[in-house]
């Protein structure tokens, strides 16, 4: 048993001996050159001039191209008169886009109104004297409420189908809308 533990002894002497610390095996590291793909760039591998870049030409300040200084300006391409206008300026492109503007404002509107249904319910339910106090016009508010989001809900549906109709009309017409 002691001759096994002596053997033990001696081999841990000997592998401690010929072992490095993890500071000389990071120095050694650290030598080492590597092999890397990848190159992570840093602000150090960019120039760090401060000029801004310098502005493309304009055609206009080489009198050599069309449309330079003197010359008439040349008509936009696609300006030819069986050609559509372009959606910002076409009055079904305006109309779809107030649609969907009101559309938004619509919806909005009715979640506004919904969460105001909720709260005034959960208050109404949380505070037991309210019922016993005024319950008329607790009653009559939350119904105002409710007319208020089913016209509303109306309104909107009315919008969608209108929408609708006028995004198939500019489908048919060729007019792109955004």
Not at 55 to 73: M, V
Request: net charge negative; glycine share 6%.
């Amino acid at each position: 048993m002691t001759r096994a533990f002596l053997t033990i002894a001696l081999l841990g002497c000997a592998l401690s001996a010929a072992a490095q610390s993890l500071g000389d095996v990071a120095r050694q590291e650290r030598n080492t050159p590597k092999q890397h793909a990848n190159h992570v760039y840093t602000n150090d591998d960019f120039p760090s001039g401060s000029e801004p870049a310098p502005a493309p030409a304009s055609p206009t300040d080489n009198p050599t191209t069309p449309g330079a200084k003197g010359d008439k300006p040349a008509a936009p391409e696609g300006s030819g008169k069986g050609e559509e206008k372009p959606s910002d300026e076409n009055p079904l492109a305006k109309k779809i886009k107030d649609l969907r503007k009101s559309i938004a404002e619509l919806e909005k509107k009715i979640a506004d109104l919904q969460t105001e249904e909720r709260e005034r319910a959960s208050a109404y339910y949380g505070d037991a004297g309210v019922q016993l106090r005024q319950p008329e016009k607790w009653n009559s508010d939350m119904q105002k409420i409710r007319d208020d989001t089913a016209a509303a809900q109306k309104e909107l549906s009315d919008k969608r189908a209108e929408l609708s109709d006028a995004e198939e009309q500019a489908r048919k017409s060729g007019v792109t809308v955004q």
